[in-house]
């Protein structure tokens, strides 16, 4: 089994940054797609933030494009988030995803607070 476990969240103030980090453990061959979700406070669904393709396909939700980046370390099977010129909206429980035709893997996520 993958088991895909999240960090780096913390408190940020408007306009700063943070790097998620999203450490996958067990086997991941065969893995397709690597999303970030991320939930909001109050709200039932969750929001995709970005998905990344091993092949090399990125696509970004509008609100996060030109601000967030996903990059990976393959030979550490490490998936990283960052986050520039966070706004009070990006404040959420961001979640990784790994997938592939048989099966779907979530981490448990990590709190990012943007707050003056």
């Known amino acids: 089994q993958v088991q895909l476990v999240e960090s780096g969240g913390g408190l940020v103030q408007p306009g700063g940054s943070l790097r998620l980090s999203c450490a996958a453990s067990?086997?991941?061959?065969?893995?397709?797609?690597i999303y970030w979700y991320r939930q909001a406070p109050g709200k039932q669904r969750d929001d995709l933030v970005a998905?990344?393709?091993?092949?090399?396909?990125?696509h970004y939700a509008d609100s996060v494009k030109g601000r967030f980046t996903v990059s990976t370390d393959n030979a550490k099977n490490m998936v990283y988030l960052q986050m520039n010129n966070l706004r009070l909206e990006d404040t959420a429980v961001y979640y990784c995803r790994a997938t592939n035709e048989d099966e779907d893997y979530w981490g448990q996520g990590t709190q990012v607070t943007v707050s003056s």
């Open positions: 067990g086997s991941i061959f065969g893995i397709y797609t």
């Open positions: 998905a990344f393709t091993i092949g090399g396909r990125t």
